[in-house]
């Protein structure tokens, strides 16, 4: 069944809540499943729930989805009582952009937040920790990585919220995190203290299978350190499920949803991680349902659905309505419709890389990719992704571009700006390889609008390369950088992470002059950024021009004062503003 149509609502609209530990029957009877899970019973709405989501998780890393046998054992056990989904997608192979998904039921055009930072979840956004508090539930979130930095606007409605603590005093290359171990044990004592008469929603991430990949001494069989903290993960989510069946009556409560943000694609299509391509490597994950009932135990979907259907669905299965004018569906108890089809998106590459952003569309029939050129493949039938029937002349049906089309007309949130994104968070972003760094949140386009970029497909080698570069640079080599940047920027001059560090490796070989025109030529690149003139500031003090560096001394702190009043700090702002003005004044 398609979610309610109607108007969109996407914002604090006054809304009818009921106390939720009283169950309300079910507006729908149980449906028949295409797949043979259905004749399991309709039991009553579960009163709580716990949402697991499990970062950087492949769907062939799972034993139960055809993963190395062994290797997640508890997760297997669970998939064994629950209805599990083999067609699931994310909505963008990121954490932030998926989890906020999950939580809004919207897709990343409407919910905004479509990067790791500097992007947030916008205030006006109603969550499912929202729903769940104003109902009376207890909402607790325990998280392994800053890319879900509260700061972010991920911990809406959460009463009780732990994540890592942001530091700067870590190696290039480390990552704020914790293991999932030290998260569950959080969890646990969250829910050994919680009011037993009040329902709850628990949500644990973890985060262990994201790159850097430790060695795993408990898991000699692993067949890789990746799948070594596969399986580090699954003992961590089989803590918690234990804990939970030992605390009496409360696995027949408790509504368990499992679910991966994203997958890795360790080499599949050319990609190392995850983030700059919509192969399925990366975008199909695990989905896992356990009802309290046993509905569908030990059944497998292959329904498509997406990560923006897990928030309609624990709603339902809380016993709280589904709000109109979502992106997801829920799932509970019902079939999905044959026809339905599922967006998804990587606009990494075009913020980090200045190619052109891809845009996704799959249904039961095909996926398909929209960049600088047009890809579909019948995944089902083809799920190495091989065959592109597009380039062997076979028309693209309409439904495609018309589903991607009609999502980009439906309102979206307002970007957020009312949220402080502070400079430790910031650097551990980029530590995770999303770049980070920008004053100003970028201004997205749409899929369609973007032409005569580099196609992401076509375009890893660019990435590598300015990787090697950043290398090279870290190790004192300017030299050998210097000549890589000016190759990639030749090629490519609408990548700015290129440009960012070209300027920087030419400030530091004591080119200014050159760096001069690498500044200038970052910008005409949007985002506008402060550290562009800070630079500018640095190399016209070094020619002695006072005259151009008063002009980006000046344009640096309007930005700054700009950043603090759109994050709120309007101390800070007050302060530039005063230093600003003395600037002007000083110099007629």
């Known amino acids: ?94 954490t932030l952009p998926a989890h906020a998904s999950m939580m809004t039921g919207l897709y990343p055009p409407r919910h905004t937040a479509r990067g790791n930072g500097p992007s947030v979840l916008p205030a006006e956004a109603v ?55 030290e998260v569950v044990g959080e969890a646990l004592g969250w829910l050994a203290s919680r009011d037993p008469r009040r329902p709850f929603f628990l949500w644990v991430h973890l985060f262990d299978p994201h790159a850097p990949y430790e060695p795993q001494p408990r898991f000699p069989g692993a067949p890789s350190p990746y799948h070594g903290e596969v399986a580090a993960m699954d003992a961590a989510v089989g803590r918690l499920l234990d804990a939970i069946e030992a605390q009496p009556g409360l696995a027949e409560e408790v509504f368990v949803a499992v679910v991966a943000d994203h997958g890795e694609g360790l080499g599949d299509g050319g990609e190392a991680t995850h983030g700059l391509l919509l192969r399925d490597a990366t975008v199909r994950v695990p989905l896992l349902l356990r009802y309290r009932d046993g509905w569908g135990a030990g059944k497998t979907s292959n329904e498509t659905v997406s990560v923006a259907d897990v928030g309609p669905t624990l709603l339902e299965a809380m016993g709280l309505a589904v709000r109109e004018g979502l992106d997801g569906i829920s799932l509970y108890r019902r079939s999905v419709p044959a026809e339905r089809g599922v967006y998804f998106e990587s606009y990494d590459g075009w913020r980090r890389y200045g190619w052109s952003p891809l845009a996704g569309w799959a249904d039961a029939e095909g996926k398909y990719v929209r960049g600088a050129r047009d890809e579909l493949h019948r995944t089902r039938a083809d799920p190495r992704e091989v065959d592109d ?46 770049g980070a760094t920008y004053d100003r949140p970028p201004s997205y386009p749409a899929p369609f609008e973007v032409q005569g970029r580099p196609d992401p497909r076509d375009s890893l080698a660019e990435s590598t390369a300015v990787d090697r570069a950043r290398d090279l640079a870290l190790a004192g080599d300017h030299a050998a950088a210097r000549a890589i940047l000016e190759a990639v920027h030749d090629a490519n001059p609408y990548d700015t992470t290129a440009l960012d560090l070209l300027a920087e490796v030419l400030i530091a070989l004591g080119e200014h002059r050159p760096a001069v025109a690498v500044l200038r030529a970052r910008l005409v690149l949007p985002p506008e950024q402060i550290a562009t003139h800070r630079d500018l500031v640095r190399c016209f003090t070094a020619l002695g021009d006072a005259a151009q560096r008063r002009v980006h001394s000046l344009r640096a702190l309007e930005l700054l004062i700009e950043t603090h009043e759109r994050r709120g700090e309007h101390e800070e702002a007050a302060r530039y503003r005063e230093l600003l003005e003395g600037a002007r004044a000083e110099g007629g």
Do not use: H, K
Request: glycine share 12%; aromatic share 6%.
């Open 127 to 181: 969550t499912l920790a929202e729903e769940a508090r104003a109902a009376g539930f207890q909402t607790a979130a325990f998280v392994a990585c800053l890319a879900l930095d509260r700061a972010l606007g991920i911990d809406q409605g959460f009463d009780t919220w732990s994540q890592p603590a942001a530091t700067l005093e870590r190696r290039v290359g480390e990552i704020a995190d914790r293991p999932g171990g």
């Open 1 to 94: 069944m398609s979610a309610p149509q109607g108007p969109p609502r996407l914002g604090r609209a006054p809304r009818v809540v009921r106390r939720a530990w009283i169950p309300a029957p079910l507006a729908v009877a149980a449906a028949v499943m295409g797949t043979g899970a259905a004749g399991c019973g309709e039991g009553p709405a579960p009163r709580s729930a716990v949402l697991i989501t499990l970062d950087t998780t492949r769907l062939d890393a799972l034993g139960v989805f055809g993963g190395p046998q062994g290797l997640t054992p508890n997760l297997d056990a669970l998939a064994a009582r629950s209805l599990r989904y083999e067609w699931a997608r994310t909505v963008a192979p990121l």
């Open 389 to 434: 029937v597009l380039a062997r002349g076979e028309p693209l049906p309409r439904r495609y571009a018309e589903g991607i089309a009609a999502l980009a007309r439906r309102r979206a949130l307002p970007s957020a700006g009312d949220r402080t994104v502070g400079d430790e968070v910031l650097a551990a972003m980029a530590e995770l390889g999303y």
